[in-house]
C-alpha cells in the first residue's frame, strides 16, 4: 500500500546576495495513515522548513533543489502553484505555533473556517459543517460568530485544527502546536489531535522541540540536527535507545533523568550557522563521541535495529577508538 | 454604538464652548484692536459701530462680550464682518463650498490613486516599478504643496491648458447647468492638482509599507495553508488589515477640510476659506475669525468622530464605550 505522505531526498537552499546556503540535505521519511511521525530537534534546526517544504510554502529566497515529495502517491514536486493550492486544505491540514497570530484578527471564526471549505456547498450546508467541525474540537456552535481576540489561545488553537481538518485531509502538519500554551491546555490540545487522528485515521507529521512530548505520543520519531535527519527509528527505539550521540544528549538532558540536587546538564556548543557548518559531521564540534574521520566526512545513515542513524559509530567501517 | 455616537456628539458643546472661549479671550490678547481701527476708517459710520456695540456688547468686559457673541451664535447670527459690510454667514457659505469641493476632490483624488499605488509597490517589491514609484513619492513629500501650486501656475499659464484663479470663466453667466459644473471643475483642476500630489507621496509611502506588514503576517501564511487562491490571500486577508491604521489618517484629513488647503488656496487664487480666515485675522476682523474658528472646530471634531466609527467598523478588537 502506498504511505500517506513520502519525502524523498529532500534538499532546500537560501538563495541570498552572495552564494546559495544549504538548509536541508537528504530529508527522507514516510509516515502511513494513521501513523504519527515526530520530527524533533532545537530552534533552527530546519524543522519547520522541512514541514513549509511539502506544501511549498516557501520563504522567497528559498529553494528546492532535489528530492520528491509525493502524497497519496502523487508527487507534488512538479506541480505548478495553482495545482498547490488545492493540495493545501484539501489534502493537507496545516497546524502552527502560536494560535493568535495565525488567525486573522479582523474576521469571524466561522468566516475563516468556511472559506476554507474546498467543496461547492450551499451557504448552508457550508455553516452546518462549520457547525459540525466546531462541536468536534470542542468548540462551541456560538464561537462562530466570534473574533479571535475573543477566545483564549487553546480555543484559538482549536479553531485553527478545525480550519485545518474542514476539508477532511489525509495529512495533518503540526508545527509546534502547543508551544505558546499552558501545560493544561497543551495537555488538552495534545489529547483533542489524538482523537481526531484516530477518528479520521490521519498521518500526523508532529514538530515539535520537546522530546518528552513527541516520546509521549509519536509512533516514529525523527530527529534533526542541522538540516539533516540524524536518527529516524520506532519512538520506543530512539527513545529508550538512542543511537546517534546527539539524540542521546538531547535524552540525558530531559529534567525527568535528574536526581534532586544534581547538575544541570546541557549540550555543550550551539547550534552552527548554516551559512558556516562545520566539516564533516555538522555535529562533530559538540559530540562526546567523535571521531577523526568526522572531522573529514560526513556519515550516511546506517541501519542499527529497527532505525537508522546517520553516524559513523553505526557502520562504513569498523568502529575506531574515539577521541576527542 | 448609538449610544457612543449620542454621547460624543454631547460632547461637541463644551468642546466648542471651550475652543471658542479661548480663541476669543486670546484674540482680544493681541495689540490694538477692531474698535480703534474702525473708529479711524471713515467708511465706517459712527451709528453702524453703535449698531454693533450694542448688538455685540462691544463696550462690555471681555467675558460678557463673548457670552453676547454665543447668545447671538444660538440664534444663528454670525454677526457682520467689518472690512466687507455683509453678514458673516454670507461669506462663510460662499468660500466654504469652494474649499470643501476643493478638499473633497483632493481628498478623494489622493485616496483613489495613492491606495492602489501603495498595493501595486508591496505586491512589485524589489522590482523596478517600486523602485520608480518610491522615488517619485520621495520627490512629492519633499517638495512643499505650495511650491507645486506655484509650479502648476507656472506650466498652466505657460500651455495655456488650464484656467488660473477663481472658479469661472467669463461666459459663466450665459452657460447652462451643466457648462457650468464643468467650467468650475476646471478652474478646480490646477488648485486640486497642486493639493493632489503634495498629499499623495506620504499616503503611498503608509500604504504600501501597511500592506508589505499585513503580508508578512503569520495570518497570511494560514490562509495560504487553507488553499485559498492569491487574490482572497491579498484583497481580503492582507487588505482588510492594511487598510485600518489608514482609517485614523482618514479621519485627520477629513478635520484638516478647512484649513488644510490654505497655502495652495492663496498661491493658486482660488477663492476659498484659507484667503478669508487670513485677512480676517490679519485686520482683526473678530466676528469672522471666530465664525470661520467655530467652522473649523465643529469640522475637526466630526471629522475624528467619523474616523472613530469607521475604525470600530473595520476593527472588531475595538469596542466604543
Given at each position: 500500500m502506498?504511505k500517506?505522505l513520502v519525502v524523498k531526498?529532500?534538499?532546500?537552499a537560501f538563495h541570498q546576495?552572495?552564494?546559495p546556503?544549504t538548509?536541508?540535505?537528504g530529508?527522507?521519511?514516510?509516515i502511513?495513515s494513521g501513523?504519527?511521525l515526530?520530527?524533533?530537534?532545537e530552534?533552527?534546526s ?6 513549509l517544504s511539502?506544501v511549498?510554502?516557501l ?5 528546492l ?11 507534488l514536486t512538479s506541480?505548478?502553484e495553482?495545482e498547490?493550492?488545492n ?6 491540514g496545516?497546524?502552527f505555533q502560536?494560535?493568535?497570530?495565525y488567525?486573522n484578527?479582523?474576521?469571524?471564526i ?10 461547492s ?8 459543517r ?10 462551541d456552535?456560538?464561537?462562530y460568530?466570534?473574533y479571535?481576540?475573543?477566545?483564549s489561545g ?9 480550519m485545518a481538518?474542514i476539508?477532511h ?13 499552558d501545560v493544561?491546555?497543551?495537555v ?9 487522528i484516530k477518528?479520521h485515521?490521519?498521518?500526523?507529521l508532529?514538530?515539535?522541540?520537546d522530546i518528552?512530548l513527541a ?11 542541522a ?11 530512539v527513545?529508550?535507545?538512542?543511537r546517534?550521540?546527539y539524540?542521546?544528549?538531547?535524552i540525558a538532558?530531559l ?11 546541557a549540550?555543550?556548543?550551539t ?5 558556516n557548518l ?6 562533530h564540534?559538540?559530540?562526546?563521541r567523535r571521531?577523526?574521520?568526522c ?5 550516511e545513515m546506517?541501519p542499527?535495529a529497527?532505525?537508522l542513524?546517520r553516524?559513523?559509530l ?9 577521541g576527542? | 454604538?448609538?449610544r ?35 473708529k479711524?476708517?471713515?467708511q ?6 453703535a449698531a454693533?456695540e ?7 468686559p471681555?467675558?460678557?462680550?463673548y457670552f453676547?457673541?454665543?447668545k447671538n451664535?444660538?440664534t444663528?447670527?454670525?454677526g ?7 453678514p458673516?454667514?454670507?461669506l462663510?457659505k460662499?468660500?466654504?463650498l469652494?474649499?470643501?469641493?476643493l ?12 491606495i492602489?499605488l ?7 517589491k524589489?522590482?523596478?516599478?517600486e523602485?520608480v ?8 513629500i ?7 501650486a ?5 506650466l ?6 488650464l484656467?488660473?484663479?477663481g ?19 476646471r478652474?478646480?483642476?490646477l488648485?486640486?492638482?497642486?493639493l ?7 499616503l503611498?509611502r503608509?500604504m504600501k ?12 501564511l494560514?490562509a495560504?495553508?487553507k488553499?485559498?487562491?492569491?487574490v482572497?490571500?491579498?484583497?481580503k486577508?492582507?487588505?482588510r488589515?492594511?487598510v485600518n491604521p489608514m482609517i485614523t489618517?482618514?479621519g485627520?484629513?477629513?478635520s ?6 490654505a ?5 493658486t487664487n ?5 484667503r478669508?480666515?487670513?485677512?480676517a485675522?490679519?485686520s ?6 471666530m ?10 471634531i466630526?471629522?475624528n468622530?467619523?474616523?472613530?466609527i469607521l475604525?470600530v ?9
Amino acid at each position: 500500500m502506498e504511505k500517506t505522505l513520502v519525502v524523498k531526498n529532500l534538499a532546500l537552499a537560501f538563495h541570498q546576495e552572495r552564494r546559495p546556503v544549504t538548509i536541508l540535505a537528504g530529508v527522507e521519511f514516510e509516515i502511513s495513515s494513521g501513523e504519527t511521525l515526530a520530527l524533533v530537534g532545537e530552534s533552527g534546526s530546519g524543522k519547520t522548513l522541512t514541514a513549509l517544504s511539502i506544501v511549498k510554502l516557501l520563504p522567497p529566497q528559498a529553494r528546492l533543489e532535489t528530492g520528491e515529495v509525493r502524497l497519496n502517491g502523487q508527487s507534488l514536486t512538479s506541480l505548478s502553484e495553482r495545482e498547490m493550492e488545492n493540495i493545501r486544505g484539501r489534502q493537507v491540514g496545516l497546524v502552527f505555533q502560536e494560535p493568535s497570530a495565525y488567525l486573522n484578527p479582523v474576521f469571524t471564526i466561522g468566516n475563516q473556517i468556511e472559506e476554507a471549505i474546498k467543496s461547492s456547498l450551499s451557504r448552508k450546508e457550508k455553516k452546518e459543517r462549520v457547525a459540525q467541525m466546531l462541536a468536534e474540537v470542542g468548540l462551541d456552535e456560538k464561537h462562530y460568530w466570534h473574533y479571535p481576540h475573543q477566545l483564549s489561545g487553546g480555543m484559538q488553537q482549536r479553531a485553527l485544527i478545525a480550519m485545518a481538518l474542514i476539508n477532511h485531509p489525509s495529512l495533518l502538519i503540526a508545527d509546534e502546536p502547543t508551544t505558546s500554551l499552558d501545560v493544561t491546555t497543551a495537555v488538552q490540545i495534545i489529547s483533542l489531535i489524538k482523537t481526531l487522528i484516530k477518528k479520521h485515521h490521519l498521518a500526523l507529521l508532529f514538530i515539535s522541540h520537546d522530546i518528552a512530548l513527541a516520546h509521549y505520543f509519536a509512533d516514529r520519531m525523527a530527529v534533526m540536527y542541522a538540516g539533516r535527519l540524524v536518527e529516524i527509528g520506532p519512538t520506543r527505539t530512539v527513545f529508550n535507545s538512542p543511537r546517534h550521540p546527539y539524540t542521546e544528549s538531547l535524552i540525558a538532558c530531559l529534567p525527568e533523568k535528574y536526581k534532586p540536587g544534581e547538575k544541570i546538564r546541557a549540550i555543550p556548543g550551539t547550534v552552527p550557522d548554516f551559512a558556516n557548518l562545520p566539516s564533516g559531521c555538522p555535529f562533530h564540534p559538540r559530540c562526546h563521541r567523535r571521531m577523526e574521520r568526522c572531522f573529514r566526512e560526513e556519515p550516511e545513515m546506517f541501519p542499527v535495529a529497527s532505525a537508522l542513524v546517520r553516524c559513523f559509530l553505526y557502520g562504513n567501517s569498523v568502529a575506531t577508538e574515539p577521541g576527542n | 454604538m448609538r449610544r457612543y455616537i449620542v454621547r460624543r456628539v454631547l460632547q461637541f458643546v463644551p468642546l466648542l464652548f471651550g475652543m471658542t472661549l479661548l480663541s476669543f479671550l486670546i484674540i482680544h490678547l493681541a495689540p490694538g484692536d477692531y474698535f480703534t481701527q474702525l473708529k479711524m476708517n471713515p467708511q465706517i459710520s459712527p451709528e453702524t459701530i453703535a449698531a454693533m456695540e450694542r448688538n455685540f456688547g462691544l463696550d462690555k468686559p471681555v467675558l460678557v462680550q463673548y457670552f453676547y457673541w454665543v447668545k447671538n451664535i444660538l440664534t444663528f447670527n454670525l454677526g457682520e464682518s467689518f472690512a466687507y459690510h455683509v453678514p458673516n454667514a454670507f461669506l462663510i457659505k460662499e468660500r466654504l463650498l469652494n474649499t470643501v469641493a476643493l478638499s473633497v476632490f483632493s481628498i478623494m483624488a489622493t485616496w483613489m490613486l495613492a491606495i492602489p499605488l501603495g498595493i501595486y509597490a508591496a505586491r512589485k517589491k524589489g522590482c523596478w516599478q517600486e523602485t520608480v514609484l518610491s522615488a517619485a513619492a520621495y520627490v512629492g513629500i519633499s517638495l512643499p504643496s505650495f511650491f507645486i501650486a506655484m509650479l502648476l501656475v507656472f506650466l498652466a499659464a505657460r500651455t495655456m491648458v488650464l484656467p488660473i484663479g477663481g472658479t469661472t470663466s467669463i461666459f459663466w453667466t450665459g452657460a447652462s447647468l451643466w457648462e457650468k459644473f464643468v467650467d468650475y471643475l476646471r478652474h478646480l483642476l490646477l488648485p486640486g492638482m497642486a493639493l493632489t500630489l503634495a498629499g499623495i507621496g506620504s499616503l503611498y509611502r503608509l500604504m504600501k509599507n501597511n500592506f508589505l506588514e499585513a503580508l508578512g503576517s503569520p495570518y497570511i501564511l494560514t490562509a495560504r495553508a487553507k488553499g485559498l487562491p492569491p487574490v482572497l490571500v491579498l484583497y481580503k486577508h492582507a487588505l482588510r488589515n492594511a487598510v485600518n491604521p489608514m482609517i485614523t489618517i482618514f479621519g485627520y484629513e477629513l478635520s484638516g477640510i478647512l484649513s488644510g488647503a490654505a497655502l495652495v488656496e492663496i498661491i493658486t487664487n482660488w477663492p476659498g476659506m484659507g484667503r478669508l480666515i487670513l485677512d480676517a485675522v490679519l485686520s482683526q476682523d473678530l466676528y469672522l475669525v471666530m465664525a470661520s474658528l467655530l467652522i473649523g472646530g465643529f469640522l475637526l471634531i466630526l471629522g475624528n468622530l467619523i474616523a472613530d466609527i469607521l475604525l470600530v467598523m473595520a476593527d472588531p478588537r475595538i469596542r466604543l464605550r
